[in-house]
């Protein structure tokens, strides 16, 4: 009891040097009892990783991540001479030497998340993980869910902390240069709290790693009434999203065998691509889309808590209903970034003209997902649905990704975190490069019947390559795809020049507070 006791004044203190801004943002309502009494105590304190991650509206490291990295990749537009409450010109810019906002925040709410799981694990751990009397065969199942969803949230974060702060596998300073302090275990003293372990990133990546394999071990494929607690319903950390993480993260290394091992039991399981592009989008409450394979969850009925942070890059406004199209049409009035013509002309959704190419029309993803507008005409009458009438010197047309609030209640719109057409088109290009064209067809071809298209009889890896950004465009994935690959990360409609492999200093520098610091 005492060395809980002792767990509990230094997260205190740990929770207090990882501060942010907004900190009444992360006040729970009924923060959990520590030490934790029974099982239901302790499911209380399972959810607070994922509220770091996901659930404060204006700021949670899952969607300043998808707006940072999406403004810095070719895939989208700054529109000149506006204007709104984020720091838009550095991450559009790339300035990423200087000390920024957003990454802060995903800096400061990584580590919440990471602390938090370790004061559970730590807790399982201290009570050779059977910390109850008498437990039943549902505690049993529980209690290593529990473990599973805390190795599993404290990967996800660190793999989060490493994209932002730190060079990409296989830079010359990936495994010389230590960078992020690695915390696995609660301090016992603010001794302890004042002096973290620095790691190389590598180290780090292996840690994430080794989570991640501990976490597809432990977790259930899916929620199972008569065994899990109802919170875990939805929202939650399964096997199959461990498996997709893990072939995330062996995608970023370079480890394309090990990653389309796990691609392979994911694409195996229960998800498919019969449904229109829009329904992995529209749903709200326990409800998800039958591609998903993990979604936040956004739908406490007592507490709205939207995800806002993507309004700087979509179409309908947060508080959109029904949609947002027709009748409940509402735009965010603040959004800066749609998608870049140079990116709309690659993909063959935009002619030379600038105008709307049949191929786009013909596509379920342009029609359902993203929202065309023409220019400002010079009339104050204009449809606002059609014309560009919240910027008046804007004067071509933009297509905006329209992927978010788009549920009956906007607000409550579940957020696609993990999605089988990512899956499906990660061991496309991997089949493609170890020479399997054949398979990586078929692959590419599963998407593209899914949104309309005939299938190609053969293809190339320029196809994979924009079947991906029709398919991903707005949900943070061009910049760490073509990272993955190797590629260069080119200027989409910048005047700047592509920034090569492996991309010195194109990571974002550390709080300042923090390298004071360290």
């Known amino acids: 009891m005492n060395t809980i006791k002792q767990r509990i004044l230094a997260l205190s203190l740990l929770l207090a040097f990882a501060g942010c801004n907004n900190d009444d943002f992360f006040e729970l309502q009924n923060p959990p009892e520590f030490p934790w009494l029974n099982m239901e105590e302790l499911e209380r304190g399972v959810v607070t990783p994922y509220n770091y991650a996901f659930t404060s509206s204006w700021s949670n490291f899952f969607g300043d991540d998808r707006l940072i990295f999406d403004c810095m990749s070719d895939a989208v537009y700054l529109l000149p001479n506006t204007s709104a409450d984020i720091p838009f010109e550095e991450m559009y810019l790339r300035t990423t030497g200087v000390e920024m906002t957003k990454a802060n925040s995903g800096f400061s709410l990584g580590y919440k998340c990471i602390t938090h799981a370790n004061s559970v694990l730590d807790f399982l751990i201290e009570n050779d993980y059977r910390p109850f009397d008498n437990p039943t065969e549902r505690d049993l199942a529980n209690l290593d869910r529990i473990q599973g969803e805390m190795q599993f949230m404290r990967a996800y974060a660190y793999f989060y902390l490493t994209r932002r702060h730190c060079p990409v596998p296989g830079a010359p300073n990936f495994s010389t240069e230590e960078i992020l302090p690695l915390r696995l275990e609660t301090p016992l003293s603010a001794e302890e709290a004042n002096s973290p372990r620095y790691v190389t990133t590598d180290v780090i990546y292996n840690q994430i790693i080794d989570d991640l394999k501990a976490a597809k071990g432990l977790l259930p494929e899916a929620y199972d009434a008569g065994i899990h607690h109802p919170s875990y319903v939805q929202g939650r950390a399964t096997r199959y999203a461990a498996a997709a993480m893990l072939g995330r993260v062996y995608f970023q290394m370079g480890e394309f065998e090990l990653a389309e091992a796990e691609l392979d039991y994911v694409i195996s399981g229960p998800f498919t691509l019969s449904e229109d592009p829009i329904e992995a989008f529209n749903k709200d409450y326990a ?221 974002w520098k550390l709080p300042q507070s923090e390298l004071d610091f360290k």
């Open 287 to 507: 409800e998800d889309g039958a591609e998903v394979i993990w979604a936040t969850n956004n739908h406490d009925p007592e507490i709205i808590r939207p995800n806002k942070v993507p309004t700087s890059m979509n179409w309908s406004d947060y508080r959109a209903t029904n949609g947002g199209r027709g009748e409940y049409h509402k735009r965010c009035t603040w959004n800066q970034f749609p998608m870049s013509h140079t990116i709309l002309k690659q993909v063959g959704w935009m002619d030379e003209n600038l105008g709307t190419t049949e191929a786009a029309l013909q596509d379920k993803r342009y029609q359902q997902l993203f929202w065309r507008i023409e220019g400002n005409p010079g009339t104050n009458s204009a449809d606002p649905t059609q014309y560009e009438m919240q910027y008046p010197h804007i004067k071509d047309p933009h297509v905006w990704g329209d992927k978010y609030y788009r549920a009956t209640d906007g607000q409550r719109s579940n957020v696609p975190v993990i999605r089988l057409a990512e899956m499906l088109l990660t061991r496309s290009i991997i089949r493609f490069r170890s020479g399997d064209a054949t398979g990586a067809a078929e692959d590419l071809n599963q998407v593209r019947v899914r949104a309309g298209l005939e299938p190609l009889a053969s293809i190339t890896e320029q196809d994979i390559h924009n079947e991906r950004i029709k398919e991903m465009a707005f949900e943070g994935d061009r910049f760490h795809y073509l990272q993955a690959l190797q590629l260069p990360i080119y200027p989409g409609d910048r005047e700047a020049a592509p920034i090569e492999y492996p991309y010195t200093d194109l990571y």
